[in-house]
């Protein structure tokens, strides 16, 4: 097994982007070779994603299956990959959600072909910025993940109707991509920086490491950092691309981008801003802890608010996407671990959210929830598993969300008490429109128009069953995943200690 | 002095003359030939040249007629990338030429004529010789513009092209006057240690230079001087608006940065805030009058235009790293990925006479190849991974940021921000929108071709840059010396 260790990571990179290309020269006419291809693409790269989790040594942290080779000497890139005990969890979550969504689009029957070479660009987009070290690389894998959003929104999605307005696809579309865009200028001003004050020499992420950044510039870029990956991961006041594009993206998109890719923005802020700039990190904290807290409550407070349900399920995104940056702004072990942690249960069960709506949408055309009622009657399975997603969504204990957040809560209570009660108002809060929610839609009397409505297809079932199985293992039993992401999180956080 | 000169070395630019008027000969002595014919004549012809200057002139460092024509890594480099534009131009056109044009060997024998030019703009160390070259591009180009002599627009923009390229010229050489005034050299060599010799800048030579820099800041259309490229790349037939946005400005930047590297490098200090300025400018100004256009041809005027402005920053942070930069994003964008986007549009317009950019609604499914391949070539352009223009971009900026300019690579990553806006629309019409006639459109094999290769290019660039990268690394080392 000593050749697949040794470019494991280039392979699950290679997987998907080999999948796209190979969809490519597939004949447009056959859709069910296609289909069938991609969900092969889909399993392999799952395999590939738990044989990493279960061959990484977690005993001695660090980053492992490396592999370098030069690229561009004149400017110091080069394809440098390797995953710690942080990025592990993040891969498999990746591998988990792909297969997921492409099972999950079953039904697309509008030009597949296209759908899921862009699908594959964007999970190679994903899984490169998990392994990349090299700040070139990262940045293209960045760059790469948003490059098929227009398409895959535009072609594939949906307009969301408001009665008095419509907010179109198109318009979700190209919010989402400039959005996501803008960022990417940020950081990529903060990465040439680096790159500049550190010597000129490489963009190795493990150099630029070595070079002791001044704390007046750590503190100038810092901020370039925190807002460019930030606006990924959904900070408010940058967040409004998330609910619009993910409501107008088509189900298999809308779980892959708020449930994996959301995750970068959160991953570069910790892999590019708290490694290379540790003492602006440390002088950060405070506001970004601050904008999360807001994240938290004001996303709570927006999702109670909808009508649509789609749109229920974007805020919490936003909600939940703020328990992360609350977690790493702590700057705590316990913390940190727990945002490292809900990035992971987050990402399934948002997946899991966008499924089902999916779900509901396909058989009702409705998502407004003013007219959904009773569902479970007709959609048993649906119904079930959307009980299991919105118990994690609050933080039910023994479910995957419940260990991550009181994580959170814990690093935060002991660094910031009062922003710790707000998170803890925001949680309540989720509890009620959640709540609220599956009472109507799903366990109130059955509305007349739905009598006839069929429920999740077995590939649909089996699918989401796979997401649900893994919420409830993480909600039981944790550690596994713990004691990966404990291990390099401790180192990281020697490391701003010490700056 | 050299008894006789060398003429050897000349022979690329000797070739592609006798070609040319081998190809007016031809069309006046043989009239039964098949139109096509001709143009394949020509771009074998220019192939060949390419290959034999490669294959004799690679590594050569000499100079001509006391360094009015030198020849190194720099001209040779870029007279193959001229000899492989001509290639593909004259590949390009040869459906237009044959649906449109009475007199394909005026189209083709100009078009080798502006190719000797261009060569030797690359290859010259003398502002005057430069002049010259530089003429015999732009007049070829005034005919090219105007040669569908049927059509009103193509008409009007060969008028506009010949009065304002006129004004231009009449700049540059009131320019060069005064710095031949001033210094009384006109070799970039000796105005560089007549400049080093200087203890402060006269101002008389100050307006010289800005005259200089407003006259070529005509010739790649930089911003305030670009008022006359959106108007004639819509009016010259499309064959001829690639050309002009590939080649031409290739040229002119060929002939810049020598003149900046070689001439100009002891008076950095003077002219590089001008010149940040004017890239500033023109990237700002280029895109975002390119929001508002409706035809596809004059949406590629101005991001071309913003392009102008992302190198001109290369000249500007004068370096090593910033010359291998400018050429790099120079073949990324300007060569691979505006030709890609042109042969697009050429086969769009031969099916279809049409060139705005609503009528590209529903592409994908009329011409699936076509919409994927100008999607890949507006990615490119707007900076997105896996094709040229990231890597490129990255490359430049960074070259850029090295020099201090962290600010202006900011402006410009904002730019590229509004830009991706302007492409997305062109991707939205083609892809989401649907078509109104929805017949499927054939696409001749030459065409697809090209295409094929050019895509791939961009792809290739994207992705293993580093032949190209030494390629221009050798090029820069002959005029800025590491």
Same mark, same amino acid.
């Given at each position: 097994?000593?050749?697949?260790?040794?470019?494991?990571?280039?392979?699950?990179?290679?997987?998907?982007?080999?999948?796209?290309?190979?969809?490519?020269?597939?004949?447009?006419?056959?859709?069910?070779?296609?289909?069938?291809?991609?969900?092969?693409?889909?399993?392999?790269?799952?395999?590939?994603?738990?044989?990493?989790?279960?061959?990484?040594?977690?005993?001695?942290?660090?980053?492992?299956?490396?592999?370098? &080779?030069?690229?561009?000497?004149?400017?110091?890139?080069?394809?440098?990959?390797?995953?710690?005990?942080?990025?592990?969890?993040?891969?498999?979550?990746?591998?988990?959600?792909?297969?997921?969504?492409?099972?999950?689009?079953?039904?697309?029957?509008?030009?597949?072909?296209?759908?899921?070479?862009?699908?594959?660009?964007?999970?190679?987009?994903?899984?490169?910025?998990?392994?990349?070290?090299?700040?070139?690389?990262?940045?293209?894998?960045?760059?790469?993940?948003?490059?098929?959003? &227009?398409?895959?929104?535009?072609?594939?999605?949906?307009?969301?109707?408001?009665?008095?307005?419509?907010?179109?696809?198109?318009?979700?579309?190209?919010?989402?991509?400039?959005?996501?865009?803008?960022?990417?200028?940020?950081?990529?001003?903060?990465?040439?920086?680096?790159? !500049?004050?550190?010597?000129?020499?490489?963009?190795?992420?493990?150099?630029?490491?070595?070079?002791?950044?001044?704390?007046?510039?750590?503190?100038?870029?810092?901020?370039?950092?925190?807002?460019?990956?930030?606006?990924?991961?959904?900070?408010?006041?940058?967040?409004?691309?998330?609910?619009?594009?993910?409501?107008?993206?088509?189900?298999?998109?809308?779980?892959?981008?708020?449930?994996?890719?959301?995750?970068?923005?959160?991953?570069?802020?910790?892999?590019?801003?708290?490694?290379?700039?540790?003492?602006?990190?440390?002088?950060?904290?405070?506001?970004?802890?601050?904008?999360?807290?807001?994240?938290?409550?004001?996303?709570?407070?927006?999702?109670?608010?909808?009508?649509?349900?789609? &749109?229920?399920?974007?805020?919490?995104?936003?909600?939940?996407?703020?328990?992360?940056?609350?977690?790493?702004?702590?700057?705590?072990?316990?913390?940190?671990?727990?945002?490292?942690?809900?990035?992971?249960?987050?990402?399934?069960?948002?997946?899991?959210?966008?499924?089902?709506?999916?779900?509901?949408?396909?058989?009702?055309?409705?998502?407004?929830?003013?007219?959904?009622?009773?569902?479970?009657?007709?959609?048993? !399975?649906?119904?079930?598993?959307?009980?299991?997603?919105?118990?994690?969504?609050?933080?039910?204990?023994?479910?995957?969300?419940?260990?991550?957040?009181?994580?959170?809560?814990?690093?935060?209570?002991?660094?910031?008490?009062?922003?710790?009660?707000?998170?803890?108002?925001?949680?309540?809060?989720?509890?009620?429109?959640?709540?609220?929610?599956?009472?109507?839609?799903?366990?109130?009397?059955?509305?007349?128009?739905?009598?006839?409505?069929?429920?999740?297809?077995?590939?649909?079932?089996?699918?989401?069953? !796979?997401?649900?199985?893994?919420?409830?293992?993480?909600?039981?039993?944790?550690?596994?995943?713990?004691?990966?992401?404990?291990?390099?999180?401790?180192?990281?956080?020697?490391?701003?200690?010490?700056? | 002095?050299?008894?006789?000169?060398?003429? %050897?070395?000349?022979?690329?630019?000797?070739?592609?003359?006798?070609?040319?008027?081998?190809?007016?000969?031809?069309?006046? $002595?043989?009239?039964?030939?098949?139109?096509?014919?001709?143009?394949?004549?020509?771009?074998?012809?220019?192939?060949?040249?390419?290959?034999?200057?490669?294959?004799?002139?690679?590594?050569?460092?000499?100079?001509?007629?006391?360094?009015?024509?030198?020849?190194?890594?720099?001209?040779?480099?870029?007279?193959?990338?001229? $000899?492989?534009?001509? =290639?593909?131009?004259?590949?390009?056109?040869?459906?237009?030429?044959?649906?449109?044009?009475?007199?394909?060997?005026?189209?083709?024998?100009?078009?080798?004529?502006?190719?000797?030019?261009?060569?030797?703009?690359?290859?010259?160390?003398?502002?005057?010789?430069?002049?010259?070259?530089?003429?015999?591009?732009?007049?070829?180009?005034?005919?090219?513009?105007?040669?569908?002599?049927?059509?009103? @627009?193509?008409?009007?923009?060969?008028?506009?092209?010949?009065?304002?390229?006129?004004?231009?010229?009449?700049?540059?050489?009131?320019?060069?006057?005064?710095?031949?005034?001033?210094?009384?050299? =006109?070799?970039?060599?000796?105005?560089?240690?007549?400049?080093?010799?200087?203890?402060?800048?006269?101002?008389?030579?100050?307006?010289?230079?800005?005259?200089?820099?407003?006259?070529?800041?005509?010739?790649?259309?930089?911003?305030?001087?670009?008022?006359?490229?959106?108007?004639?790349?819509?009016?010259?037939?499309?064959?001829?608006?690639?050309?002009?946005?590939?080649?031409? @400005?290739?040229?002119?930047?060929?002939?810049?940065?020598?003149?900046?590297?070689?001439?100009?490098?002891?008076?950095?200090?003077?002219?590089?805030? $001008?010149?940040?300025?004017?890239?500033?400018?023109?990237?700002?100004?280029?895109?975002?009058?390119?929001?508002?256009?409706?035809?596809?041809?004059?949406?590629?005027?101005?991001?071309?235009?913003?392009?102008?402005?992302?190198?001109?920053?290369?000249?500007?942070?004068?370096?090593?790293?910033?010359?291998?930069?400018?050429?790099?994003?120079?073949?990324?964008?300007?060569?691979?990925?505006?030709?890609?986007?042109?042969?697009?549009?050429?086969?769009?317009?031969?099916?279809?006479? @049409?060139?705005?950019?609503?009528?590209?609604?529903?592409?994908?499914?009329?011409?699936?190849?076509?919409?994927?391949?100008?999607?890949?070539?507006?990615?490119?352009?707007?900076?997105?991974?896996?094709?040229?223009?990231?890597?490129?971009?990255?490359?430049?900026?960074?070259?850029?940021?090295?020099?201090?300019?962290?600010?202006?690579?900011?402006?410009?990553?904002?730019?590229?921000?509004?830009?991706?806006?302007?492409? $997305?629309?062109?991707?939205?019409?083609?892809?989401?929108?649907?078509?109104?006639?929805?017949?499927?459109?054939?696409?001749?094999?030459?065409?697809?071709?090209?295409?094929?290769?050019?895509?791939?290019?961009?792809?290739?660039?994207?992705?293993?840059?580093?032949?190209?990268?030494?390629?221009?690394? %050798?090029?820069?080392?002959?005029?800025?010396?590491?």
């Amino acid at each position: 097994m000593s050749l697949l260790d040794n470019h494991l990571l280039t392979l699950i990179v290679a997987v998907p982007f080999g999948g796209a290309l190979a969809l490519i020269f597939f004949p447009s006419d056959r859709p069910r070779a296609i289909h069938y291809f991609a969900r092969a693409v889909g399993l392999l790269t799952l395999l590939l994603s738990v044989y990493t989790f279960a061959t990484y040594w977690s005993k001695d942290g660090g980053f492992q299956f490396r592999e370098s &080779y030069p690229w561009l000497e004149g400017l110091g890139i080069g394809w440098k990959v390797a995953v710690d005990g942080i990025t592990v969890p993040l891969i498999l979550l990746t591998g988990v959600v792909l297969p997921a969504g492409i099972f999950m689009s079953w039904n697309v029957k509008h030009r597949p072909k296209d759908f899921f070479v862009l699908l594959m660009l964007l999970v190679t987009g994903v899984l490169g910025v998990f392994v990349s070290l090299d700040l070139f690389f990262l940045f293209f894998f960045y760059e790469l993940a948003v490059l098929p959003m &227009y398409l895959l929104i535009g072609v594939w999605g949906s307009s969301s109707d408001f009665g008095t307005f419509i907010r179109t696809k198109e318009y979700g579309a190209m919010k989402l991509v400039l959005y996501l865009v803008a960022g990417s200028v940020l950081v990529w001003v903060a990465l040439v920086a680096m790159w !500049v004050e550190a010597g000129m020499v490489s963009f190795d992420l493990e150099v630029l490491e070595k070079a002791s950044f001044s704390p007046g510039f750590q503190r100038l870029f810092f901020p370039l950092v925190m807002v460019g990956f930030g606006v990924l991961a959904g900070l408010w006041p940058f967040h409004t691309w998330s609910p619009d594009g993910h409501v107008a993206a088509p189900t298999a998109v809308s779980m892959l981008h708020a449930g994996v890719l959301m995750k970068l923005g959160a991953y570069g802020i910790l892999r590019v801003g708290m490694v290379l700039l540790p003492q602006g990190a440390q002088d950060w904290m405070p506001v970004l802890i601050v904008f999360g807290t807001i994240n938290v409550v004001y996303g709570a407070i927006s999702a109670m608010g909808q009508r649509d349900l789609k &749109y229920v399920v974007g805020y919490s995104s936003v909600s939940h996407m703020g328990y992360v940056l609350m977690g790493l702004a702590t700057l705590e072990p316990l913390g940190v671990s727990g945002a490292v942690l809900q990035m992971f249960s987050h990402g399934i069960m948002t997946a899991l959210f966008f499924a089902l709506v999916g779900v509901i949408y396909d058989r009702t055309h409705v998502r407004d929830i003013t007219v959904l009622e009773g569902l479970s009657k007709r959609m048993g !399975v649906t119904g079930a598993f959307f009980v299991v997603a919105g118990l994690t969504s609050l933080g039910l204990p023994g479910l995957s969300g419940f260990v991550a957040e009181i994580l959170v809560f814990i690093g935060t209570f002991r660094t910031y008490p009062l922003l710790g009660v707000l998170g803890v108002i925001g949680a309540a809060i989720t509890a009620v429109y959640i709540l609220r929610l599956m009472a109507k839609v799903f366990f109130g009397p059955l509305g007349d128009r739905w009598k006839g409505l069929p429920d999740a297809a077995r590939i649909e079932t089996g699918a989401m069953a !796979v997401l649900v199985f893994f919420l409830v293992l993480v909600g039981l039993m944790p550690w596994p995943l713990l004691r990966l992401i404990d291990v390099d999180v401790a180192t990281l956080l020697q490391r701003i200690a010490g700056a | 002095m050299q008894a006789l000169p060398n003429y %050897a070395l000349l022979w690329p630019e000797l070739l592609v003359t006798a070609l040319a008027l081998l190809v007016l000969a031809l069309d006046f $002595l043989v009239p039964k030939l098949r139109k096509r014919a001709l143009g394949y004549l020509s771009a074998a012809g220019l192939a060949a040249v390419l290959a034999l200057s490669l294959a004799f002139l690679w590594g050569r460092q000499e100079s001509l007629y006391e360094g009015l024509f030198l020849v190194d890594n720099f001209s040779l480099f870029f007279k193959a990338l001229f $000899l492989i534009v001509g =290639t593909f131009v004259i590949l390009m056109s040869v459906d237009y030429v044959d649906q449109h044009l009475e007199h394909p060997g005026e189209f083709y024998g100009i078009i080798l004529f502006s190719v000797v030019g261009m060569m030797v703009m690359a290859a010259t160390g003398e502002l005057l010789t430069a002049y010259i070259a530089l003429e015999l591009l732009s007049f070829s180009l005034y005919v090219l513009v105007a040669i569908a002599r049927d059509n009103p @627009k193509s008409n009007e923009a060969g008028l506009k092209y010949v009065l304002l390229g006129a004004f231009s010229t009449a700049l540059l050489l009131y320019g060069i006057s005064l710095l031949y005034g001033v210094l009384g050299v =006109t070799r970039f060599e000796d105005i560089s240690s007549k400049l080093q010799a200087m203890d402060s800048i006269n101002p008389t030579l100050l307006v010289g230079l800005t005259l200089i820099i407003a006259g070529l800041g005509f010739k790649v259309a930089a911003v305030p001087f670009h008022m006359w490229a959106p108007d004639i790349y819509e009016g010259a037939p499309t064959p001829v608006t690639a050309y002009l946005s590939v080649a031409s @400005k290739a040229a002119a930047f060929a002939l810049v940065l020598r003149f900046f590297a070689v001439a100009l490098a002891p008076a950095v200090d003077q002219w590089a805030f $001008l010149l940040v300025v004017l890239a500033a400018v023109t990237m700002t100004v280029g895109n975002l009058v390119a929001i508002a256009q409706r035809n596809i041809k004059r949406l590629i005027a101005y991001s071309s235009i913003a392009h102008v402005g992302y190198l001109l920053m290369g000249v500007a942070a004068l370096s090593a790293l910033g010359s291998n930069g400018l050429l790099f994003h120079l073949v990324g964008y300007a060569v691979t990925t505006n030709l890609a986007a042109f042969v697009v549009i050429i086969a769009f317009f031969n099916r279809t006479g @049409k060139e705005e950019i609503s009528d590209f609604a529903g592409l994908a499914d009329r011409a699936p190849f076509l919409a994927m391949a100008l999607s890949a070539a507006l990615f490119s352009l707007a900076g997105l991974p896996f094709f040229a223009g990231f890597t490129t971009k990255f490359y430049l900026f960074t070259a850029v940021a090295r020099e201090g300019y962290l600010w202006l690579v900011g402006i410009a990553m904002v730019n590229s921000l509004i830009s991706l806006y302007y492409y $997305l629309m062109v991707i939205r019409q083609m892809y989401i929108e649907p078509a109104s006639d929805a017949s499927r459109l054939r696409v001749p094999a030459l065409l697809s071709g090209l295409l094929a290769v050019l895509v791939l290019l961009i792809i290739l660039i994207g992705i293993y840059p580093s032949p190209l990268l030494r390629a221009i690394e %050798a090029a820069t080392r002959a005029i800025i010396p590491a």
